[in-house]
Nanobody
């Protein structure tokens, strides 16, 4: 079992930046593809970004491309999401997720059996 704990959420003004982190434990972090999802108020959970266990280019939702950056530090068992040029529509509960062992990149929640509890990001206008 893999445990995921998000941190770093908060309140920020539109145009500002925020970095959220996700600390993993319980498994060999470097062998897991990691993803970030978000759930805006009253809406379904949606894909934000993912980074493969094996390296290579990360993948982003069109809505965050060129504004958000996903990265990972395997030595610290942590994945990050740097969010710049934030907009009010980025307000959501942000979740970290992990695939199965050496899992393929996925943009759907079904591709990720492991989930954190989420961290709230609120962007004021």
């Amino acid at each position: 079992q893999m445990q995921l704990v998000e941190s770093g959420g908060g309140l920020v003004q539109a145009g500002g930046s925020l970095r959220v982190s996700c600390a993993a434990s319980g498994r060999t972090f470097s062998s897991y593809t990691m993803g970030w999802f978000r759930q805006p108020p009253g809406k379904e959970r949606e894909f934000v970004a993912a980074i493969m266990w094996s390296g290579g280019e990360p993948y982003y939702a069109d809505s965050v491309k060129d504004r958000f950056t996903i990265s990972r530090d395997n030595a610290k068992n942590t994945v990050y999401l740097q969010m710049n040029s934030l907009k009010p529509e980025d307000t959501a509960l942000y979740y970290c997720a992990a695939t199965g062992y050496r899992g393929a990149m996925s943009t759907t929640t079904r591709g990720y059996p492991y989930w954190g509890q989420g961290t709230q990001v609120t962007v004021s206008s």
